[in-house]
């Protein structure tokens, strides 16, 4: 059932991505279906469906909160560059990874590392843990990311020791 259904997903969306850029040309429809066809497939065997379909809203809510937290911290790297005497004070800080392997995590070090003023610079071996490389412990990089995290899990219906 569940690869029913992300076939069903996935395929409308393809159609309809393959229409808009098409211009729903009837012209181009033996290539929209084999595009259509030979992308989704591609999509199932890279992409397995899980039994934990995201959560839309959630999903929502985390674009939101992100969106918000990169024009907050955009404002505060663009201050502490502009100022007369840069505010900076570089620092590395060990944080928990507490989101399994997976999508969920990996998701997680992507927009830490579009977030400004911090980024993951190394994820540990046993993937328990990151360092995060920040321009000042001021902008608490350890709770920013344990939010993400927590923000992330919800999206993705990851169970999560983080409270």
Excluded: C
């Amino acid at each position: 059932m569940r690869y029913l259904g992300a076939i069903v997903v996935r395929g409308l969306l393809l159609v309809v991505l393959w229409g808009a850029l098409s211009g729903w040309s009837l012209d181009y429809a033996l290539y929209g279906v084999a595009s259509v066809l030979l992308t989704l497939a591609v999509s199932l065997k890279l992409s397995p469906p899980s039994g934990h379909a995201p959560s839309p809203m959630r999903s929502l809510t985390l674009a939101g909160w992100f969106m918000g937290q990169a024009v907050v911290g955009g404002v505060d790297v663009a201050k502490r560059a502009v100022a007369r005497t840069p505010d900076i004070d570089p620092a590395v800080l060990n944080a928990d990874l507490v989101l399994p392997p997976g999508p969920a995590a990996e998701l997680a070090l992507l927009l830490m590392n579009l977030m400004p003023g911090t980024m993951v610079q190394h994820v540990a071996q046993d993937r328990r843990s990151v360092e995060l490389h920040t321009l000042s412990e001021d902008l608490d990089p350890v709770e920013q990311w344990m939010s993400l995290q927590r923000r992330v899990a919800a999206a993705a219906r990851v169970d999560t020791p983080v409270e």
